[in-house]
Each structure stands twice: as structure tokens, then as C-alpha cells.
């Protein structure tokens, strides 16, 4: 993946912009200081900061990794008696547990307190997993996740996820999908971070793969649409010469602003404010 760079008055504006334009969150970033503001007079900040990211590398599987999934696929070409144990073992299991399923049960015990604020760990920490969990069986867990998801809204939709160059795209397919839409897609924002979090649950320590829900191909129309909408409103600010502030949007709108800001001849964008206002401004160089 190549790296991005861009300069502001603070690192951490210049970090944000760059997830920005990168789509992805802080967890699947890495960062480089090029350049750190100088401090002036009466310790004020003087110059920029420069800053270049990129999303984080994948990490190629180890070797024991490789192995233990070789193993786990023989075990399920297995007789039928091998089944019976492994049921018998399950059984054993489910007793010392205190009954229920005791692989769940296992699991959880297993969880250290507080697995979601580890999953988004501070920038630049060195003790980051670099090694990412496998996207198939992530993206197996995700669909399952998702399926139970669109039961409880009581909806009737399939979903199906892809792979993408080691990112899970899941699909949600069906008829009266507004409701995992929602107003300006605020619901399938929230659909998509719940699923994230569940994927970062479900990879146990290592790397969680980069995910995206699409609803009823929502994101994808949108961001067809959204493209147009940049470009007609470039023209206006490079006719004016004036800047234009978009609404607030969430970083994968952010980016279609930012990507198609970029292919356009004298024209600058940048974020500003916080989430969840947070919104792109686009000015006539």
C-alpha cells in the first residue's frame, strides 16, 4: 500500500486528515512524523507538521498458522466415529463449564476486560498486532453475525462477503432494507462498527482484516452519487474562487470527497472539526 502524506498546524490534524483519505480507522493506519511543528515565541506553534500514513500491512500467515489449519481441515474429513468423539469431548467440555456451549463459554473466559478499547490502539504503538487474523474465517464469522443481525430487525435479506485484496466486503441483499439504512445511512454506520468490533473480537489478538457493509448496495450508489455532487460543486468554488464546507459525513463519505477532490486541477481539500461533525471543506488552490 502506498503511503499518503499531508501537512497541518498539529499532528494530530494531520493524522486525522490522512485517515481520511484513507478510509480506515486509527487501528489500521500506521503513521510516519516527517516534520513536527516548531515551537515560537511564548510557546506558540510555528510551521506545520508533516505527516504520511498508510493502512497497515498484511501480515503474511506463519508457518504454525498454516499447520493448525491443515489440521483443523483433516479433522472435518473425518469418519464418522472421529465425529462421535468430538462430540463426546464437546460433551465433556460443556460439563466442566457448567453446561451450554463450552466452546462459547471458552472463549469468553478468554476475552481479556476491556477487548474493545485494546482493539483501537493509540497511534503509533509499537505493541500493535502484525499479524493479521485469517479473512476467511473472519469473514465467515461476519456473515453469520450480520445474518443474526437482520433476523432481530426482522427483516428478510441474505448476506454473502467477499474478498477484496484481504478486505471483507459483506453484502445484505433483500427488499425493505431502510430500517439498516436509516436516516443519511446513520444505521448502517452503526451496523458496520458493531461488526467491526465483532471482528476484531472474533481475531483473538491478531490484525482483524479491513471490513465494509453495504445495505441493499447503498454505499455503492452513494458514493456514485456523491462523486457527481463533488464535482459539480467544484466547479461552483473554482468559478466563485470561494471554499465550500460539506455536511458533517462519516470517513468513507469523507474520502469519496477527498479522492475526487484530488482529481481535480486546482482544488485543495481538508477536514475539519470532530466526530461526529466532522466534515470535508474543498478550496480553489
Given at each position: 500500500m502506498e503511503w499518503v502524506e499531508t501537512t497541518s498546524k498539529t499532528i494530530d490534524e494531520a493524522?486525522?486528515?490522512?485517515?481520511?483519505?484513507?478510509?480506515?480507522?486509527?487501528?489500521?493506519?500506521?503513521?510516519?512524523?516527517?516534520?513536527?511543528?516548531?515551537?515560537?515565541?511564548?510557546?506558540?506553534?510555528?510551521?506545520?507538521?508533516?505527516?504520511?500514513?498508510?493502512?497497515?500491512?498484511?501480515?503474511?500467515?506463519?508457518?504454525d498458522d498454516r499447520r493448525r489449519n491443515n489440521r483443523r481441515t483433516k479433522s472435518k474429513a473425518g469418519t464418522g466415529g472421529e465425529a462421535n468423539g468430538n462430540a463426546a469431548a464437546s460433551g465433556d467440555q460443556r460439563g466442566s463449564n457448567g453446561g451450554g456451549n463450552g466452546k462459547r463459554r471458552e472463549n469468553q473466559g478468554e476475552r481479556p476486560e476491556g477487548q474493545r478499547q485494546e482493539a483501537r490502539l493509540p497511534r503509533n504503538n509499537d505493541t500493535a498486532p502484525t499479524e493479521t487474523a485469517d479473512p476467511e474465517e473472519i469473514a465467515a464469522a461476519v456473515a453469520g453475525f450480520l445474518s443474526e443481525l437482520v433476523t432481530a430487525f426482522g427483516v428478510e435479506a441474505k448476506v454473502s462477503t467477499t474478498i477484496d485484496e484481504g478486505q471483507i466486503v459483506a453484502q445484505v441483499e433483500g427488499t425493505d432494507l431502510g430500517y439498516l439504512i436509516g436516516p443519511k445511512g446513520g444505521v448502517i454506520d452503526a451496523v458496520q462498527e458493531?461488526?467491526?468490533?465483532?471482528?476484531?473480537?472474533?481475531?483473538?489478538?491478531?490484525?482483524?482484516?479491513?471490513?465494509?457493509?453495504?445495505?441493499?448496495?447503498?454505499?455503492?450508489?452513494?458514493?456514485?452519487e456523491l462523486e457527481e455532487y463533488v464535482r459539480r460543486i467544484a466547479d461552483e468554488a473554482l468559478a466563485s474562487g470561494e471554499a465550500y464546507a460539506f455536511e458533517p459525513m462519516g470517513s468513507a463519505d469523507r474520502k469519496t470527497v477527498h479522492d475526487t477532490a484530488a482529481t481535480i486541477d486546482g482544488l485543495e481539500s481538508r477536514s475539519e472539526g470532530e466526530d461526529p461533525r466532522r466534515k470535508v471543506v474543498i478550496i480553489p488552490a
Open positions: 493524522k486525522d486528515t490522512l485517515l481520511d483519505q484513507l478510509g480506515v480507522d486509527e487501528d489500521e493506519a500506521e503513521f510516519e512524523i516527517l516534520e513536527e511543528p516548531k515551537v515560537g515565541l511564548f510557546g506558540r506553534p510555528r510551521g506545520e507538521a508533516r505527516v504520511r500514513a498508510r493502512i497497515r500491512p498484511k501480515a503474511p500467515r506463519s508457518k458493531l461488526s467491526r468490533t465483532f471482528s476484531q473480537k472474533e481475531s483473538k489478538g491478531k490484525q482483524a482484516p479491513r471490513l465494509r457493509v453495504d445495505v441493499g448496495s447503498y454505499r455503492a450508489n452513494r458514493k456514485t
